[in-house]
């Protein structure tokens, strides 16, 4: 599969197809498609809270060559549930940094062009990724909070809407943020 020369069907498909799973949606798959799929190269993809993989790939895929694909998060992703998307790993470009993404944020200084926080899903811990990530985005740069209308994770809700003034929600799910 070529990268950043799918279909988001393509990309859908491959990822069942190798077993990447996820609480993702094939319409936040959408969502992130159409934030990635234009990005250049040098550009950079940022994601707080890999999981399974599902939306990591998905970004990975939908960018051209040369586009940064980062993924943070603390667990462990070589452990049987993540072993597909561990396999994707080893032979693709994705960096993946198993670590708290706000200490790994102390030695971060490149621009981030898309940020998609999808970390512990409580206010405060959504606010904490937020107030260290926000910074680094870039000027017009997108920040999308996923699960923001899902039910077990109301603490993305709460502090999107106390903290930003403008923000849109796409596919019901995901709360947009444009970086003035």
Same mark, same amino acid.
Not at 13 to 26: D, M, Q
Not at 156 to 166: A, E, G, N, S, T
């Given at each position: 599969?070529?990268?950043?020369?799918?279909?988001?069907?393509?990309?859908?498909?491959?990822?069942?197809?190798?077993?990447?799973?996820?609480?993702? /949606? /094939?319409?936040?798959?959408? !969502?992130?498609?159409?934030?990635?799929?234009?990005?250049?190269?040098?550009?950079?993809?940022?994601?707080?809270?890999?999981?399974?993989?599902?939306?990591?790939?998905?970004?990975?895929? /939908?960018?051209?060559?040369?586009?940064?694909?980062?993924?943070?998060?603390?667990?462990?992703?070589?452990?049987?549930?993540?072993?597909? $998307?561990?396999?994707?790993?080893? !032979?693709?470009?994705?960096?993946y940094v198993q670590a708290d993404a706000n200490v790994f944020a102390?030695?971060?200084?490149?621009?981030?062009?898309?940020?998609?926080?999808?970390?512990?899903?409580?206010?405060?811990? !959504?606010?904490?990724?937020?107030?260290t990530w926000m910074p680094r985005v870039k000027s017009g740069g !997108?920040?999308?909070?996923?699960?923001?209308?899902?039910?077990?994770?109301?603490?993305?809700?709460? $502090?999107?809407?106390?903290?930003?003034?403008?923000?849109?929600?796409?596919?019901?799910?995901?709360?947009?943020?444009?970086?003035?």
């Amino acid at each position: 599969m070529q990268r950043g020369k799918c279909t988001l069907d393509e990309i859908e498909k491959h990822l069942i197809e190798n077993n990447i799973e996820g609480s993702f /949606s /094939s319409a936040d798959m959408e !969502v992130i498609y159409n934030h990635v799929h234009n990005l250049l190269p040098g550009q950079v993809y940022l994601e707080i809270g890999v999981a399974a993989g599902k939306s990591l790939s998905t970004a990975f895929f /939908s960018t051209c060559e040369g586009v940064f694909t980062i993924g943070i998060d603390y667990v462990d992703c070589t452990d049987g549930r993540r072993g597909a $998307f561990f396999n994707l790993l080893t !032979v693709s470009q994705i960096i993946y940094v198993q670590a708290d993404a706000n200490v790994f944020a102390k030695i971060w200084n490149y621009p981030i062009d898309v940020l998609f926080i999808d970390g512990a899903h409580d206010d405060m811990n !959504v606010e904490r990724d937020t107030l260290t990530w926000m910074p680094r985005v870039k000027s017009g740069g !997108v920040i999308l909070y996923h699960d923001y209308n899902q039910g077990n994770a109301e603490g993305v809700k709460i $502090f999107v809407d106390r903290y930003h003034k403008k923000f849109e929600v796409l596919n019901g799910n995901i709360a947009k943020v444009i970086k003035e």
